[in-house]
């Protein structure tokens, strides 16, 4: 059974920096993309970032890029998403997602999502 | 504002058949596969869809996706009151390379 699991979220002021984790089980980690994807209290969702099988690929949405850098550690079966420069826009719960494919060579195109984790921009 | 666009709303009475466009461009929907996500209150969304029609195990037959050109449908037959949630559709973009989601459906069992 896929398990995806988020820790790292919390309250963070304007201008500051988190880091959220991913731990992911049920699966051959290194062998699938992995997303970001993210929803404002009450809104929609939110594709943020994806990142390669092998980790050589990345990919973000325009209003992070620049701000947030995807990772991975396939020998810990986790990813993890830097965020730098935090808005009160990036207030969302944040989900970690598992591609259908190694690389998004083609496209991303996500299977199964965490539980998320809340991250709150505010002074 | 979503690239793909929802109606914001659906709704019927149980047993009816209720359906939900979703309507890209040829960056998008139009040359990728659409891929629908149930999303229950309060919890994380659950793959409904894939590859345009295709059910993963587990979800009922009353749930099923069709696409032509730069469009794409879900269609839920049979309503139920456990339908009752928020729909994504979702698209690879080609332009943007990035993912692609609709503004979400609501969808009300009366």
């Known amino acids: 059974e896929v398990q995806l699991l988020e820790s790292g979220g919390g309250l963070v002021q304007p201008g500051g920096s988190l880091r959220l984790s991913c731990e992911a089980s049920g699966f051959t980690f290194s062998t699938y993309a992995m997303n970001w994807v993210r929803q404002a209290p009450g809104k929609g969702l939110e594709w943020v970032s994806a990142i390669s099988g092998r980790g050589d690929r990345t990919f973000y949405a325009d209003s992070v890029k620049g701000r947030f850098t995807i990772s991975r550690d396939n020998s810990e079966n986790t990813m993890s998403l830097q965020m730098e420069a935090l808005r009160d826009e990036d207030t969302a719960v944040y989900y970690c997602?598992?591609?259908?494919?190694?690389?998004?060579?083609?496209?991303?195109?996500?299977?199964?999502w965490g539980q998320g984790t809340l991250v709150t921009v505010s002074s | 504002q979503s690239v793909l666009t929802q109606p914001p709303s659906a709704s019927g009475t149980p047993g009816q058949r209720v359906t939900i466009s979703c309507s890209g461009s040829?960056?998008?929907?139009?040359?990728?596969?659409v891929y629908w996500y149930q999303q229950l209150p309060g919890t994380a969304p659950k793959l409904l869809i894939y590859?345009?029609?295709q059910r993963p195990s587990g979800v009922p037959d009353r749930f099923s996706g069709s696409k032509s050109g730069t469009s794409a449908s879900l269609a839920i037959s049979g309503l139920r009151s456990e339908d009752e949630a928020d729909y994504y559709c979702?698209?690879?973009?080609?332009?943007?390379?990035?993912?692609?989601f609709g503004g979400g459906t609501r969808v009300t069992v009366l």
């Open positions: 997602a598992k591609d259908v494919s190694h690389s998004c060579s083609s496209a991303c195109q996500i299977e199964y």
């Open positions: 979702a698209a690879w973009d080609d332009s943007l390379r990035g993912v692609l």
């Open positions: 590859m345009n029609n």
């Open positions: 040829n960056s998008n929907i139009g040359s990728n596969y």
